[in-house]
């Protein structure tokens, strides 16, 4: 027993090491490194990382005042007044307490380093000397980089502070690619640092989120209370409308900090969105207890609410910062793109022009900037309330179009929502995706998205940066002008899955092709139980699966939308909408006008799986796998489809080794029974291309027609089907038919010359001669084959209601071709004057 006592007592009495202490704080263990360092510095330990780790401890744990009376104890000690990581937090923990006099000078004192008055002694004192160089603006953040911490690195490779200043650099001016290069590297090191797995993760989640959760996850195994990585973890969960969940995360945040600014600041936005204005006031003043002037409160909150698409409530906050520091360049970028978004141009480039005159390494307003230069060569079409914004060329190609589709929108979706929008909505159809990318994220990249609505603006993808992609650009605009009238009636105040679902929906109801639809991967998803619960839906957009769970999130809610249509009508939805506006949760809306949570949920379950049940339903839509069936075998294939004849893989494989063997009597009763179990086969190796195929090789034009209509009832965006139709039914001289079809192609593809071709050419044959002029002229806009014959067509077609302009055109046929007979004569009879009744009538 006496051995045990005494074996405790000197276990008790032995001081943790400098090592053991630095541990405790890497692990989140601060209140241990806080006793550690206090008992050395008690005992008069001499080592200056005691008094370092004590005040990052404090800082950590938001003792703002005790850190900064601590740093000026310690600045009554000559080492400290020489050592560049001290003086940095001395500025950290003076900051934080609104103390920018003394902040300042310490960033003052550190920057003398650069003057040759103090000496660059390690490698660790030119890392901290750049992070004050940054800090006061004083000098270009591309230099810093190259002639400080990229030198630090050429010479340590591995030097943990360099490696984190620069992915934090990268991360601050949204250089992402640089920011995951960087932090991927340093984690090669220091596998189990929290700082660096954060980083790592931060850079993912602005550029791939997929990508975020594992270096997250490790981040918070290697520290539990490491409150960046927490801090992430709430707007992770306020980006996916998780609430209380986000609630919860900055609870636990405040237990380890309970004064830090950041976590306050997201606080104060979720009680913003959330309709809690008293809270929201609170909270901010909690993010603001000691520095009262922190511009970084009042920016992330902004950015967070335009995040939630309320970016007058955004740009409030980022002037709100500017007032606290009026040279705070993420407030400034921030507010001229809440400006941008909010049509309010002037002021959002002219303060994008600001921010990168101060900054020039920000890739967020270098790629603005690049915009605004492009922008200067677009048109504007200022009709119906509408200022739409496009390249010159595609502007004269469907300009016209574009605006009269919008103007149907809003008249149909003003009447049908009650609301109606009050001055201009912006719209803008960019033909470069990166153009897109950046005028809506900031970036280039935005990959998947067509469209985006920000209230009244629309920034959208021109058919011209969609080539690969099956996108009818009308059911675009149609989409996104919906989103226009929600989020209008709703004050922007709406989950994202309900906006989408509502403009899914109603592409849906203008279209039977439009939209997303049923496919049997979405089946699939339904029947196997991988539908996202109702409160969680806007979940499903922020992390999926896969590129498919993105768009089985579209279609998803969408079908919610249908139900509650259909079981609760039209008006449930505008009802919804406009509790939504008056900043009632979404699930208290819905049980408003619809039902209880859990019994809707229950509904639309039975509802979503009777619809999975009844497509295809007597069709194998399973593809086997190469183990039960080897796909380059042809007879291993048949004798897979004779042991499974309703397999839709097994058909359509062998049909397509049947077609391509040119053996079409065979392939055309297996191909009709694939339609006849599976009807809405869309998309290239649809069985319907393959029938039609069949029956016009074995001269069969009626049974091709039939088919070649048949599939064409099911897609959106087929521009070969749309085209080949046309040939058949201008063959026929059935105009109506091709008139329809030329208005398919076009709605697909209005940058092609085929719809603008049979538009003409069906104007021309039914004697409407009005009608040919718009098409023809595109034509020649269009780099034409025979610009000579375009120019005498419209000549002909103008000759009796603009002599003018029809013999600048045959002028221009003659210039290419001189010896054109029939262009000389029509050029003879323009010349001639009009007998003076003659003249009149034309006038």
């Known amino acids: ?61 938001g003792q703002y005042p005790e850190a900064a009376r601590f740093a000026t104890e310690l600045l009554d000690d000559y080492r400290y007044r020489y050592n560049a990581e001290a003086l940095w937090l001395f500025h950290l923990a003076y900051e934080a307490n609104g103390d920018a006099a003394q902040a300042t000078q310490m960033l003052q004192v550190i920057l003398q380093f650069i003057n040759g008055r103090r000496t660059l002694s390690d490698e660790n004192t030119i890392v901290f000397l750049g992070r004050a160089a940054l800090k006061t603006k004083a000098y270009d953040p591309k230099q810093v980089k190259e002639n400080l911490y990229d030198r630090v690195l050429k010479s340590d490779p591995d030097n943990r502070e360099a490696l984190l200043a620069v992915g934090e650099l990268a991360l601050a001016k949204r250089d992402f690619k640089l920011a995951g290069r960087t932090f991927t590297r340093a984690i090669g090191h220091y596998p189990e640092d929290a700082d660096l ?161 101060a900054d020039g390494y920000d890739v967020t307003t270098f790629n603005l900037l690049t915009l605004h230069d492009s922008l200067k060569k677009y048109v504007t079409i200022d009709r119906n309330g509408f200022l739409l914004r ?22 149909l979706f003003s009447a049908k929502y009650d609301t109606q929008i009050e001055g201009p909505v912006i719209v803008e159809i960019f033909p470069e995706k990166k153009d897109f990318a950046v005028r809506t994220f900031g970036i280039p990249g935005g990959d998947g998205y067509m469209g985006i609505c920000f209230g009244k603006l629309i920034t959208a993808n021109s058919p011209k940066s969609l080539v690969g992609f099956q996108q009818n650009w009308q059911s675009l605009l149609w989409h996104e002008y919906c989103h226009v009238i929600t989020l209008q009636k709703t004050r922007n105040k709406m989950p994202r899955w309900f906006s989408e679902g509502i403009s899914v929906y109603e592409e849906r109801l203008r279209h039977s092709s439009w939209g997303e639809q049923m496919t049997p991967e979405y089946r699939d998803f339904i029947l196997n139980g991988e539908m996202t619960p109702l409160e969680r ?9 896969s590129p498919e769970h993105m768009q089985f999130a579209y279609y998803q809610s969408s079908l919610v939308v249908e139900y509650l249509v259909e079981h609760f009508g039209e008006a449930c939805i505008s009802n919804i909408l406009h509790d939504l506006g008056q900043g009632v949760f979404i699930n208290i809306a819905i049980e408003q006008h619809a039902a209880p949570l859990a019994k809707l949920e229950e509904g639309f379950t039975a509802f979503a799986t009777g619809l999975a049940k009844a497509f295809a339903p007597e069709a194998d839509l399973a593809k086997p796998t190469p183990l039960e069936v080897n796909p380059l075998d042809k007879n291993a294939i048949v004798d897979w489809l004779e042991a499974n004849p309703d397999n839709i893989w097994a058909l359509n494989t062998t049909c397509a080794n049947l077609v391509e063997e040119e053996n079409y009597l065979e392939a055309i009763p297996l191909l009709e029974r694939s339609i006849r179990l599976h009807p ?81 050419l069906t104007a021309q044959q039914t004697g409407n001669t009005e009608a040919t002029l718009r098409p023809l002229k595109r034509l020649l806009l269009l780099d034409p084959a025979d610009p000579v014959d375009l120019h005498f067509r419209l000549a002909t077609a103008l000759a009796d209601r603009s002599p003018a302009e029809a013999k600048r055109h045959v002028l221009q046929a003659l210039e290419d071709a001189p010896r054109f007979r029939a262009a000389q004569k029509l050029l003879t009879r323009l010349a001639k004057p009009k007998p003076p009744a003659e003249e009149a009538k034309a006038q």
């Open 680 to 760: 809405r086969q869309r998309g290239g190796g649809s069985p319907y291309g393959m029938l039609a195929r069949a029956h016009r090789e074995l001269g069969q034009p009626e049974e091709e027609l039939a088919v070649l209509e048949q599939w064409a009832a099911i897609e959106d965006a087929a521009t070969k089907l749309y085209g080949r139709l046309m040939e058949i039914h201008a063959e026929r001289e059935n105009w109506p038919a091709v008139d329809r079809l030329a208005k398919r192609f076009f709605s697909a593809n209005p940058l092609s010359p085929i719809g603008h071709r049979y538009m003409a």
């Open 390 to 411: 496009m390249t010159r060329d595609e502007s004269a190609l469907y300009g016209d179009e574009a605006i009269d589709l919008l103007t149907e929108a809003r008249e």
């Open 1 to 61: 027993m006496l051995l045990a006592l005494a074996c405790l007592a000197l276990g008790q009495a032995r001081a943790a090491t400098l090592k053991e202490a630095r541990e405790f704080f890497a692990i989140g263990e601060y209140d241990q490194a806080i006793k550690a360092s206090g008992e050395a510095i008690a005992a008069k330990e001499y080592d200056s990382g005691w008094r370092l780790l004590l005040l990052r401890a404090r800082l950590a744990t």
């Open 197 to 357: 797995l954060h980083g790592l993760a931060k850079a993912y989640a602005e550029s791939d989120p997929s990508q975020m959760g594992e270096p997250l996850h490790t981040a918070m195994f290697a520290n539990p209370d490491h409150v960046p990585s927490l801090l992430l973890q709430a707007h992770n969960q306020a980006d996916a409308e998780q609430y209380d969940a986000a609630n919860g995360i900055l609870k636990a945040i405040f237990k380890v900090n309970p004064h830090h600014a950041a976590s306050w600041a997201l606080q104060a936005a979720l009680h913003t969105v959330r309709n809690e204005p008293s809270k929201a006031e609170a909270a901010r003043a909690n993010g603001l207890k000691y520095w009262k002037t922190n511009p970084l409160v009042d920016h992330e909150i902004g950015k967070k609410l335009s995040s939630k698409y309320l970016f007058a409530e955004g740009a409030a906050h980022q002037r709100q910062a500017l007032k606290f520091s009026n040279d705070y360049i993420p407030a400034k970028t921030q507010l001229a793109q809440d400006l941008l978004r909010l049509g309010e141009d002037e002021e959002g480039w002219r303060l994008a022009g600001e921010a990168h005159e």
């Open 537 to 545: 839906l806007s979940m499903a957009f922020l992390v999926p699966k």
